[in-house]
């Protein structure tokens, strides 16, 4: 039984507390829940994109996953590759507002924000290994797939409007150096932290040293930041 917040009126609704403004709604049996679906079905192609790449990625094992049956996933994205977009959107998109929610670097100082941003880089790759993964299978896909997608394109914007700002507050403070390109910052950390983290299994073969231990972890996270406050810092007058 689901149990869903709505605005009153609908006959299947009961008062839920003293608040008339808060109901509850028992879906009935066979009623379809459109939002549950989606996200079911996002799930399952999420796991089965990462898994098995675009290529390997099955159609049926998707509806399988996401317990629905072929026609109702055509339904709601269409072919293979229009899901594949939706899935691509939504990491990409997940990833930005997750950025605009807790990173709020305009309220710290300068020097603190590009602490906090690398930080947070770091963390959301360690915790969100499918992110890396659908990176690497779209980029072996030469970037096709995330071209058609406008959403994923204009996410970018908010961020690069928030480290511009950063970096404008640091070079009048005198703790940045001048002319630094927000978009090419930014790659950098994106590249400290995602190659490290996408390759440390082959990295700990060659190394000869397990570099995946928190040790090893804090350690690289800390050369990060000296990196990237290091080109920061404002050349000697």
Known sequence: MDVVTARPGRPEFHSCGDDPNTMTVTRMPGQRDPDRTRRAILDAATDEFVAKG???????EIAERANVNKRMLYHYFGKKDELYVAVLERVYTSLRAAQTQQLRLSDLPPKEAIDKLVLFTWDYYLHHP?????????????????????????????LMEL?????ERGQREGVFRQRVDPFHLYLTIVSLAS???????????????????????????????????????????
């Open 195 to 237: 190659y490290y983290i996408g390759t440390c299994y082959t990295l700990s073969s060659l190394a000869g040293c397990d570099l995946a231990t928190p040790a090893a972890l804090d350690k690289r996270l800390r050369h990060i930041m000296d990196v990237v406050l290091g080109y920061l810092r404002p050349d000697p007058a």
């Open 130 to 158: 499918e992110l890396l993964s659908l990176m690497a299978t779209e980029n072996m896909l030469d970037g096709k797939y995330a071209l058609r997608s406008d959403r994923i394109r204009d996410a970018n914007a908010p």
């Open 163 to 167: 480290l511009s700002d950063v970096l």
């Open 54 to 60: 675009f290529a390997g990625a099955s159609v049926n």
